[in-house]
């Protein structure tokens, strides 16, 4: 495959794919935004404090989500992770030293229909999660999924927080959970990571009044595969914050970013936390601003237009393939577009699926659950380069079923 750069690989008997499903972790996400990898070098040069850089990036990141603060993560699952930990301890330091013994105000509450696997991360902070309300939709034998009254009656002193999972159709609406946990005193924790774009979502789930948010930085960002944002409520960004520092210092000597991290609100500093085992180092969080910064500079339309282009220039390819073929999103400029072959049925897509993985070159496409016998080419983690060998392996792969269908 193109680009002098996949012998970093080849010299190492590892084979290099083309990544058309999206920027999934196991397939090492997508390429990372311009300026991220020169900025990246930049920031190898010089030795700064964390501390110091991660009040700048909360700057930033206040800055392009309207949230009071915001600390850079090791991944959106980090942040996840760190939010319940905040929410578990506060600024109480003796609670944050002993997570994941979270005591008896333990409980993150969610939607049954919102659990997914990443809430795990949540639970290895020490939360354990109460589920609540019946996705009555989801089994086909109701039209009612949770509603904010059954978050209501979940509530009692043992609630630390409330999980809601952002989806465009998620139910109830935040507005609506944001409420009932306001009038209980609760934080609500809202897992984003993957709602990006449209754009305006950096600022929509914070503007409904969520507590905290985490967006992943290796998705549509562009920021390296092992980023991401937390944000929200100053004191907990504090509580996140502390928990993740390297923190091996005298409390006399120690002068943290005042605007960041309020010393005298604490009564003494934590040992390493729980989150020190998810650290992100001075290159990752430049790396995640600067992608940042290109994904509010380029805007929601530009990048359509960049990931349309790339769909129909594998259209264009497949147009005498005998594949039947549609854009998805072609219009909706808040949407990633997709290129969509519709197969026979299920097996028919989970059989070219498995010929394009078993190439010279393996091709990844994305499935959907919801479209059992489509294949998506997904144009998010694909590189322009990649275009005409993904083009020939799909040629290739169809071949016979084209040459039937003609
Ligand atoms: C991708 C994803 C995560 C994890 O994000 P990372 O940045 O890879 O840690 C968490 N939650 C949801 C809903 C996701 O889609």
Same mark, same amino acid.
């Given at each position: 495959?193109?680009?002098?750069?996949?012998?970093?690989?080849?010299?190492?008997?590892?084979?290099?794919?083309? +990544?058309?499903?999206?920027?999934?972790?196991?397939?090492?996400?997508?390429?990372? @935004?311009?300026?991220?990898?020169?900025?990246?070098?930049?920031?190898? !040069?010089? $030795?700064?404090?964390?501390?110091?850089?991660?009040?700048?990036?909360?700057?930033?990141?206040?800055?392009?989500?309207?949230?009071?603060?915001?600390?850079?993560?090791?991944?959106? /699952?980090?942040?996840?992770?760190?939010?319940? $930990?905040?929410?578990?301890?506060?600024?109480?330091?003796?609670?944050?030293?002993?997570?994941?013994? !979270?005591?008896?105000? +333990?409980?993150?509450?969610?939607?049954?229909?919102?659990? +997914?696997?990443?809430?795990?991360?949540?639970?290895?902070?020490?939360?354990?999660?109460?589920?609540?309300?019946? *996705?009555?939709?989801?089994?086909?034998?109701?039209?009612?999924?949770?509603?904010?009254?059954?978050?209501?009656?979940?509530?009692?002193?043992?609630?630390?927080?409330?999980?809601?999972?952002?989806?465009?159709?998620?139910?109830? *609406?935040? /507005?609506?959970?944001?409420?009932? #946990?306001?009038?209980?005193?609760? *934080?609500?924790?809202?897992? @984003?990571?993957?709602?990006?774009?449209?754009?305006? +979502?950096?600022?929509?789930?914070?503007?409904? =009044?969520?507590? &905290?948010?985490?967006?992943?930085?290796?998705?549509?960002?562009?920021?390296?595969?092992?980023?991401?944002?937390?944000? =929200?409520?100053?004191?907990?960004?504090?509580?996140? #914050?502390?928990? %993740?520092?390297? @923190?091996?210092?005298?409390?006399?000597?120690?002068?943290?970013?005042?605007?960041?991290?309020?010393?005298?609100?604490?009564?003494?500093?934590?040992?390493?936390?729980?989150?020190?085992?998810?650290?992100?180092?001075?290159?990752?969080?430049? =790396?995640?601003?600067?992608?940042?910064?290109?994904?509010?500079?380029?805007?929601?339309?530009?990048?359509?237009?960049?990931?349309?282009?790339?769909?129909?220039?594998?259209?264009?390819?497949?147009? %005498? %393939?005998?594949?039947?073929?549609?854009?998805?999103?072609?219009?909706?400029?808040?949407?990633?577009?997709? &290129?969509?072959?519709?197969?026979?049925? #299920?097996?028919?897509?989970?059989?070219?699926?498995?010929?394009?993985?078993?190439?010279?070159? *393996?091709?990844?496409?994305?499935?959907?659950?919801?479209?059992?016998?489509?294949?998506?080419?997904?144009?998010?983690?694909?590189?322009?380069?990649?275009?005409?060998?993904?083009?020939? !392996?799909?040629?290739?792969?169809?071949?016979?079923?084209?040459?039937?269908?003609?």
């Amino acid at each position: 495959m193109g680009g002098a750069d996949s012998t970093i690989f080849a010299r190492r008997g590892v084979a290099t794919i083309i +990544n058309a499903a999206g920027t999934l972790t196991r397939l090492s996400s997508g390429p990372l @935004a311009p300026g991220v990898l020169a900025a990246m070098q930049g920031a190898d !040069a010089a $030795a700064v404090e964390i501390e110091a850089l991660q009040a700048h990036a909360s700057g930033v990141i206040a800055q392009a989500t309207g949230a009071e603060a915001g600390v850079v993560t090791a991944g959106a /699952a980090a942040g996840l992770m760190l939010a319940a $930990a905040a929410c578990l301890a506060g600024l109480d330091v003796a609670r944050m030293n002993a997570l994941p013994k !979270a005591g008896r105000r +333990n409980r993150i509450i969610v939607a049954r229909g919102q659990r +997914n696997g990443y809430d795990h991360a949540l639970r290895a902070a020490g939360a354990r999660l109460v589920e609540v309300g019946l *996705p009555e939709p989801a089994a086909g034998a109701g039209c009612r999924d949770t509603e904010a009254c059954d978050y209501a009656a979940a509530i009692t002193a043992r609630s630390a927080a409330i999980l809601w999972v952002a989806r465009p159709a998620a139910v109830p *609406p935040l /507005a609506e959970v944001v409420a009932v #946990a306001r009038a209980r005193g609760l *934080p609500v924790i809202v897992d @984003a990571a993957a709602e990006l774009p449209p754009q305006s +979502n950096l600022r929509a789930f914070i503007a409904a =009044g969520a507590d &905290l948010v985490v967006f992943s930085g290796g998705k549509a960002i562009g920021g390296p595969a092992g980023t991401g944002i937390l944000c =929200g409520r100053a004191d907990l960004v504090m509580s996140a #914050a502390l928990q %993740s520092l390297d @923190a091996d210092v005298a409390w006399d000597d120690w002068t943290p970013p005042p605007g960041f991290i309020d010393k005298t609100r604490l009564g003494g500093l934590p040992r390493q936390g729980i989150g020190r085992a998810c650290k992100t180092g001075k290159a990752e969080v430049i =790396g995640l601003l600067v992608a940042l910064e290109h994904f509010l500079a380029e805007g929601d339309p530009a990048r359509h237009a960049r990931w349309l282009a790339l769909c129909e220039a594998v259209l264009a390819g497949l147009a %005498s %393939s005998g594949a039947r073929l549609c854009i998805r999103n072609r219009e909706a400029t808040d949407r990633v577009p997709m &290129l969509e072959l519709r197969l026979a049925d #299920a097996r028919a897509a989970v059989d070219l699926a498995r010929a394009l993985r078993s190439r010279p070159v *393996p091709v990844h496409l994305a499935r959907d659950p919801a479209a059992p016998g489509c294949l998506l080419v997904n144009p998010v983690a694909l590189r322009e380069t990649e275009v005409a060998a993904l083009v020939a !392996a799909l040629v290739a792969a169809l071949g016979g079923a084209g040459d039937e269908r003609s």
